[in-house]
């Protein structure tokens, strides 16, 4: 079935940010991948072809566009050529709506034209060693002393968090109020007491940069806490959760349809016994099947983003297609390696690297689990 997503206009956007990755990022990822992370003065150049915060206001420096089709263009094009170190599906898809949405004035005029130049990264710290999906059970704890907040506690598996400039924390300002205790802070770079710890050594993603970051007393201006008031973080998160998991549903379906492509055109090239692999009817069926889950899934998909774009995208409809995509991206993957034989486990091919790049998808962003346990409960049980 054609697509019909995206108009003239997500098309010629798409030809400007495959170029710029074509000739800023393609050529270096593999070294990036070596040094653990991507260089600032990637982001910036980014900036500069208008990569970041289209929903941000023209005074700031944005496009004033609200239109996830224009994240969906860039995260394609990144998961097409398989710059996984790239974060900028988290500044634009996950951290854009809490600078746009939850900042004053004051707060927009300091944060967000950094936000969209690329000069200030951001990242948000959720995770803790103790506490991943159960928000409610994080133990990082923000006291209010006068016109400051004294943050302590600790983070983990935090993406962009070395390169990060503006890093919104979750802490408990209330730890008795129970979800109604819970508040977001904008902890910026060089704040005494902040600190960061290792960049994380992953499976995959090597070039992501993932990283520990630690609070020590750290005295946080009251101006940096977003939101009119204390104690509505769980439910700023909450409110903000299906256009992340939206992001990585985006990510899914690209990088199952990206290997599927590749996989289909090695089975025609690659030969066995004489002739192609794929003449061979188990070749044909195994790509037949993988083909039409990811027609099915990318229609999915496609209308969860007509449905965000109408402020429609239910928290329910959002799981649904974070769990099924992510797990069809790995299931697909895994079968594409197969296809590809001893080949297929060696690093210099493509299905290599995504196999082992795909593997996180069904645990950041909410677990498969977790996605599942929501749905159960839309039931009404």
């Not at 790239?86 to 944060?111: C, I």
């Not at 209330?174 to 290792?198: H, I, N, Q, Y």
């Not at 806490?225 to 992340?244: D, I, K, S, W, Y």
Request: net charge negative; proline share 3%; aromatic share 10%.
């Amino acid at each position: 079935m054609q697509r019909d997503l995206f108009e003239e206009e997500h098309q010629l956007f798409r030809e400007t940010v495959r170029e710029f990755l074509a000739r800023e990022v393609a050529p270096h990822h593999d070294r990036w991948e070596k040094d653990g992370i991507v260089p600032r003065e990637v982001w910036k150049k980014a900036g500069e072809i208008g990569m970041f915060g289209f929903g941000v206001p023209e005074e700031y420096g944005g496009a004033g566009i609200t239109d996830f089709r224009y994240n969906a263009v860039i995260v394609e094009e990144v998961i097409r050529i398989g710059a996984s170190g790239l974060g900028y599906s988290l500044h634009n898809d996950v951290m854009a709506p809490y600078f746009v949405d939850l900042t004053d004035d004051e707060q927009k005029a300091r944060w967000l034209p950094g936000f969209v130049s690329g000069e200030l990264i951001t990242a948000i710290g959720m995770t803790e060693p103790g506490a991943g999906s159960d928000l409610q059970g994080i133990r990082t704890t923000a006291v209010r002393e006068g016109d400051h907040y004294v943050l302590n506690g600790q983070k983990t598996f935090i993406t962009n968090g070395i390169n990060s400039d503006l890093v919104v924390v979750v802490a408990k300002t209330d730890p008795a109020a129970g979800a109604r205790g819970t508040s977001l802070l904008v902890v910026e770079r060089g704040m005494e007491g902040f600190s960061r710890g290792r960049n994380l050594e992953k499976i995959g993603m090597h070039a992501q940069d993932t990283a520990e970051l630690f609070f020590d007393n750290v005295r946080v201006p009251a101006a940096n806490l977003l939101g009119a008031a204390e104690g509505q973080g769980f439910f700023q998160l909450m409110g903000n959760l299906p256009q992340e998991r939206l992001s990585i549903a985006v990510m899914a379906v690209a990088a199952a349809e990206t290997v599927l492509q590749a996989t289909i055109e090695y089975c025609k090239s690659r030969k066995a016994f004489g002739r192609s692999i794929g003449s061979f009817q188990n070749t044909r069926f195994v790509l037949a099947e993988l083909d039409t889950e990811v027609e099915i899934a990318r229609h999915y998909v496609d209308k969860c983003i007509r449905a965000l774009n109408a402020k429609e995208l239910t928290v329910v409809d959002a799981a649904k297609a974070k769990w099924w995509t992510t797990e069809l991206q790995t299931k697909v993957i895994d079968r594409c390696l197969q296809l590809h034989g001893g080949y297929g486990y060696m690093m210099e091919y493509p299905v290599a690297k995504a196999w082992v790049d795909s593997r996180v998808q069904t645990i950041y962003g909410g677990t498969t689990e977790i996605m599942k346990e929501i749905i159960g409960r839309s039931f009404g049980f």
